[in-house]
């Protein structure tokens, strides 16, 4: 029988790419149902080139006989109705925040810890990492093999569509408004500051430490899905680009570790392309990593200012594997190794 797929949020920009990642993967429209708010039941939403799917209203739906729901819509929504789906006997990968550190959920990154997708049967939920935690430890798991990882500093340079539609539209309307000479507070609603020609060095709330959340969840995301001894220092910003975020990364090793033997591990591991050549055009941008699977690693060089130091650059598609993709990858997983074998 074919797993019966449900996506929660899918008219939003993670649905969208769930539903067509899924449809690349020669899943049947047949098998997928897209759910979102009562205000968009009816509404069509593309599934793959040739087919549609007329949206169902989430609030009342019958999961029973549904598989795997991957869910992006809200952390809100997701505690509402994520124990109520998974009672139903569905299994619920989740791409917001709110079970991410609960300790009876397993935070998984297919191409680092797949072994812990095994804990699902505690509460039939998987959480997807943030974007920006999921790039780096896809990154950091083979230098990690090589070199036992033992501090962390990145500064992210996050797209605008980590904030949705909304995050868009507002770079758009701000860049437009900027040739026909609108007042830029006139299309301010969902950053801080303007974002067009600017950046913000600003994701997520304000913590007491000073740290926003956002620059929380890439510490303790990584410590739980690679090591918990791992120290991480993260400062993230929002730069003006559509789709793609950025990371510049320098870590230090418990023992030395050279550029070459770092980029062989990098070019041998699962999801990970390293562009990296020491010319012009030699490196990936955002703009070039939009539509793509893998995260791309450049700039691998020797940091000579601490022990055992190497930095790199690295960006990836945040919609695909810093969201969607990643949940695919996890109920690929889970369908292979646990729910086949189930059957």
Not at 97 to 103: C, G, W
Not at 157 to 169: L, N, P, R, V
Request: charged share 25%; aromatic share 6%; hydrophobic share 40%.
């Amino acid at each position: 029988m074919p797993i019966k797929y449900a996506i929660v949020g899918a008219t939003g920009a993670v649905g969208h790419e769930m539903l067509q990642i899924l449809a690349e993967r020669g899943v049947s429209a047949d098998d997928v149902t897209a759910l979102a708010s009562q205000r968009s039941i009816g509404v069509e939403v593309s599934f793959g080139e040739d087919d549609v799917l007329s949206v169902a209203g989430l609030d009342g739906f019958d999961f029973h006989g549904t598989d795997i729901v991957l869910s992006s819509a809200g952390a809100k929504i997701s505690a509402d109705f994520a124990p109520r789906v998974a009672a139903a006997g569905a299994v619920v990968i989740d791409n917001t925040s709110y079970f991410r550190m609960d300790p009876d959920v397993p935070l998984v990154v297919p191409e680092v810890n797949p072994e812990a997708i095994a804990g699902y049967t505690r509460k039939n939920i998987i959480a997807n990492p943030n974007c920006s935690t999921i790039q780096m430890v896809v990154a950091l798991k083979p230098l990690h093999d090589i070199g036992n990882i033992t501090r962390v500093v990145v500064s992210t340079y996050q797209a605008t569509s980590g904030a949705g539609k909304e995050g868009m539209d507002e770079l758009f309307n701000q860049t437009r408004g900027v040739f026909v000479n609108e007042p830029e507070h006139d299309n301010m609603e969902t950053f801080t500051k303007p974002i067009a020609f600017n950046v913000i060095p600003h994701i997520d709330v304000f913590m007491e430490d000073g740290y926003t959340k956002e620059e929380w969840k890439m510490v303790v995301e990584t410590k739980k899905i690679l090591d918990p001894e791992i120290k991480v220092t993260a400062t993230c910003v929002r730069v003006p680009v559509f789709i793609g975020h950025s990371e510049a990364v320098t870590v230090e090793f418990e023992h030395a570790v050279t550029a070459e033997e770092a980029r062989a591990a990098l070019a041998d591991a699962p999801g990970i392309a390293v562009v990296d050549h020491r010319a012009d055009e030699g490196y990936v941008t955002p703009k070039e990593s939009a539509g793509e699977d893998p995260v791309y690693v450049s700039r691998l060089r020797e940091d000579p200012t601490v022990e055992n130091g190497l930095s790199f650059w690295c960006v990836s598609d945040n919609l695909r594997k810093g969201a969607a993709l990643n949940a695919v990858q996890i109920a690929d997983e889970l369908t292979r190794t646990y729910l086949e074998e189930a059957a």
